[in-house]
């Protein structure tokens, strides 16, 4: 037996699964972070590390690249589908705010994945290929519905199938159902839900059951266990089966600021019936077998110092190398994300080593800022700091280390009439409530302050200082504090900030490497040493 839950102990929302032969692949909701559409691999279910990416950019919008005052916060890719099919693998997702169906398919985990779309707006959708040939979708919110595709999978079969499935009763719900999952077991079609009944305290997950794929459905609430977790609920994944015969579903805990964390659930079956957990509650120790024993996982978190990839295609002249792959993939571990659609002539990693941001545009604040390098957070500590070379920020720039969300916070070097300060930047409410989608154009609040000393301490520390923020997810208490690197001792600065999870980011909260410009474009900052550190 062995303590597996939570998996990830990080926000990896929206999980699907499936199995190949000994592998098995989670695919998670990245939404407007890039590359996006990250999936992961386990040999055991217990254990996961990041295989590859869908894409670098998704709908090529201002949104997306952050311009025009524009932003993709709580939107783009969500909730995918995941299926391997005579040899192929197979995403499918809506890009939630541009209103489209995306899909992604190739022949190997890795890619190269070939990009289309499928007509129409499928939400939560999941794909489902029938043994007579046909195709599916399932998708929606409160009602269900069931879309024959056209054989090459451009959009809805003339004259096919097309009809709701399931529904919700719309008075009984906070959230009706959605997060469609579709499968065929044992010769019977299982179709698994998430929803938010009045009355019960949390997300819960749902199951209906048929002999036929069109139906008709009967089922219900089948799983609403918050895993000795704050009250927490637990729902929406997929379900998967061992090569021993076993089943489990992967899904995900809301979790607080951290975010929505994926867990393992053993799925038993009485008859044609599921039942989920253990007497209907969430187990810590799982039983797992792993199929590559020997397999060393990477971590999902790593520390950095930002060395080149490759010294014979990265020089002086040319720093950013022959791109094989796109600059992100070839030049950063794949734990790195870009906070939207980075400006790949804005940064580049020198040929000694460290990351140079450069700000393209004026921001109001931070979330605005184009070229946020970002990884998630993890349950249910963990610290990160980096070291920060300041001489190239102009009048009015700030560069730091964030907490990435809506309620933000950053620890940071500013420039103010030539003079440097070391602040603590905060977002203490949000602009725009609960809702989904963030309109933040207002600057943070400057809620500590100290001038950094004129004078060098030597040639090796000027114009350089080490900043970190250490947070606490523990039991949702979801704060950060703030510290600076000093001679090798750290000095709490600017008190407690707290974090929260809200629609206007929808996501949990990261580390970011931030440069920002408030006055004037073009200034930079450069980051070396980034160190994670983590109780797991």
Known sequence: ??????????????????????????????????????????????HWEIAAYLFDELDGTPAERLEDGQNSYGKGMWAASLRYHEGRFYAAFVSHGQEDTHLFTAES??????????????????????????????????EIRLTELAPDLSGPKEGGVDTVIVRDDREAVFLGYEGSHLYKIRGRYYLTLIHWPKDKARRTEAIFSAESVAGPYEGGDVFWDDGGYCGQGIAQGGLVDTPDGRWFAV?????????????????????????????????????????????????LFVSDRFLPRNTEEVTPENPAGTLRKSKTRQLLSPQWQWNHVPDDALWVILPEGGLRITTGAVSANLTQARNTLTQRMCYPQCEAEVTVAFAGLKDGDRAGL???????????????????????????????GFAIGSSDSEPGTVTYREELPAGEASAE???????GIAADFTNMKDTITFFVREGGRRRAVGGEHRLYFRLDHFTGARFGLCVWSEKEAGGSACFTDFQYRSTV
Not at 268 to 296: A, K
Request: hydrophobic letters at 35%.
């Open 1 to 46: 037996m062995k303590n597996v839950n939570p998996l990830t102990r990080m926000d990896y929302p929206d999980p699907d699964v499936i199995r190949v032969d000994d592998t098995y692949y989670l695919i998670s909701t990245t939404m407007y972070y890039m590359p996006g559409g990250v999936i992961l691999r386990s040999y055991d279910l217990a």
């Open 402 to 432: 964030a907490a990435m969300q809506g309620c933000y916070a950053a620890i940071c070097v500013a420039n103010e009439g030539g003079r440097r300060y070391l602040e603590v930047v905060r977002r203490v409410e949000p602009t725009k």
């Open 251 to 299: 899904l995900f805990r809301d979790s607080g600021a951290i975010g929505r964390i994926p867990v393992l659930v053993p799925v038993t079956w009485e008859g044609d019936r599921p039942v989920f957990g253990v007497d209907g509650r969430l187990p810590e120790d799982i039983e797992i077998v792993s199929t590559r024993p020997r397999h060393v996982y990477e971590p």
């Open 109 to 142: 985990i890795e890619g190269p994945w070939e990009h289309r779309k499928i007509r129409g707006y499928f939400h939560d959708c999941s794909l489902y290929f029938e043994e007579d040939g046909r195709v599916f979708l399932v998708s929606g919110n409160t």
């Open 461 to 467: 520390t000027a114009g350089k200082v080490t900043l």
